[in-house]
């Protein structure tokens, strides 16, 4: 039996999925081999499902089309980067964080040189700050009345610096290609989920549909490139339970 597949399959699971996973590999093996040596004379040879088998054979295809979306992206982003703006630092504050921190054409974090991730003010918020503007009262200082004159032409002159950063940075993502790449792979990403949790919830009656799902699980992992994926927290569940059942009736047969 192909080890290697297994084994790989349990990688960046939970530790008690990955125990359970185990014992019911170890357990399947034994009750599979047991059952090639001697196997009851009235028993008949038993088929995989083969709405499993069809599923599986799908694996490749999804796979191959996920990576190539993000070789896609990769590629993009290498070609424009030299291309892409950085925010105005009218527009931009320090420490930003996971909402609104400025981003690169792929729409990942994007740190300048020497500093942390900076904060770029959106349209909205801009907006929002020239349309706070009142009229003072009639007794106001002339010195007030210079103060918020000055605030008032910054703050217009920043909404329009960000209204053309932000127009421009997308009309980028949309000349260069990124939009579609990055909405080609988000189908894909969700075509290789559907999938795999399509064959995890398809029954399995030998060894050959356990080892169909946990390669679904390693084709998932390695594609998606994330250390526990809660899809693959639940599969692990499913595996190891589909393999102790394969071992039970194994046994009792």
């Known amino acids: 039996m192909p080890n290697i597949t297994v084994r790989a399959a349990a990688e960046g699971m939970p530790d008690v999925n990955r125990r359970r996973l185990l014992l019911g590999l170890a357990a399947a093996s034994t009750a599979a081999a047991a059952l090639t040596v001697a196997p009851p004379a009235h028993s008949a040879t038993v088929a995989e499902n083969p709405e499993l088998i069809r599923l599986g054979n799908q694996l490749p295809e999804a796979s191959t089309e996920y990576l190539a979306a993000l070789e896609e992206i990769e590629w993009i982003a290498a070609e ?30 994007l740190r300048r040189p020497g500093e942390e991730l900076r904060c ?101 992992n390695k594609a998606i490139a994330r250390k526990y994926p809660f899809e693959a927290e639940l599969w692990a569940a499913q595996l190891a339970e589909s393999v102790l059942q394969l071992a039970s009736e194994g046994e009792a047969s």
């Open 80 to 109: 424009w980067k030299h291309r892409w703006p950085l925010a105005p630092d009218e527009i931009t504050l320090p420490r930003g964080n996971y909402i609104d921190g400025e981003r690169d054409i792929a729409g990942r974090f």
């Open 120 to 220: 770029v003010r959106d349209i909205e918020n801009l907006t929002a700050i020239v349309a706070t503007d009142r009229p003072l009262r009639h007794n106001a200082s002339e010195a007030m009345r210079v103060r918020r004159a000055d605030w008032l032409a910054r703050a217009k002159r920043e909404l329009k610096m960000g209204k053309a950063y932000h127009a421009e940075t997308a009309r980028l993502r949309d000349v260069s290609g990124m939009d579609r790449a990055k909405a080609r792979a988000a189908a894909a990403k969700k075509s290789l989920s559907d999938l795999v949790t399509a064959i995890m919830e398809q029954p399995g009656t030998t060894m050959e549909g356990m080892l169909i799902k946990a390669q679904a699980i390693t084709t998932f």
